[in-house]
């Protein structure tokens, strides 16, 4: 068996994973699968050990992203072997992540939302910290907020009815953010079991005033555990972990807004920009999906169906 002498090696990195990046459970055991399924000898495999293993991937008809995401993990694993000496190179390096049919995109796609969403559905079907995480992802989504407002969000900041969130944004300066129907309902369902998150003894008055309470010295939900549950439920959705966090749920929200025909101002608004030219970036984000719109819908595109202009 060529996989044995990689176990002593996986289990030292992802001790490291859990000490010094506060990587979950579920984090490490994705890793460990992954670097289970690479058959070299980690101490002598070369740059073809790992292209061939990448090939083997795609024989086997794993998805693009799946390969990718086990590429991460092997970047990182060979990383530590490196920094630890136990290396003297890195095998990863020059090698280029698994190219999908279609070019990857700079941000989330709809179906990639989706598929997040679907997975967070099915995370909130099993206990509280599922309930929590649909929560998050819904609003983060919805919103289009940064992790810092959303973690830091009072209690207080829901109670409006009329479904606008009240944040506060960077220089303290507020702003109401629509929330939709599938984002209030699962505010409404968190509430219900946001007691089990509520520390006990003498943090909890503190904790009590956030909706998201925790045990952190802060009170609430800190940005670390947030980036955490997203790498999570990007594996269980398929996803490569390295393209989610929150800041990219909030690109997905602004340029998707772009890409169904909302006006910038209306974006900068929602974002809470000080300056518009912070959220013309969306235009450049949204351009190639506006260009094939352009082709396809305009009248005088040479794509277009039918009889040529001279006919």
Known sequence: MTRAPNAALIESFLDMM???RGASINTMSAYRRDLLDFAADARRATRDDVRRHLAQLSAAGTAGSSQARKLSALRQFFGFLYS???RTDDPTSAIDAPRRQRPLPKILTRDDIDALIEAARREAAKDAEGVRLLCIVEMLYAAGLRVTELAGLPLAAIRDKSGFLL???KGKKERLAPLNPGARAA???YLDVREAFLPAGSRRRNAERFLFPSRSAE????RRRCHQMLKDLALKADLDPDKLS???????FATHLVEGGADLRSVQTLLGHADIATTQIYT???SDRLSEVMEAAHPLSRHRPGKSRGS
């Open 246 to 252: 929150p800041h990219v749920l909030r690109h997905a």
């Open 18 to 20: 859990s000490a010094e």
């Open 219 to 222: 009170g609430y939900l800190t």
């Open 167 to 169: 944040v506060k944004g």
């Open 284 to 286: 450049h984000v949204a």
């Open 84 to 86: 630890e000496g136990i």
């Open 187 to 189: 505010i409404e369902s």
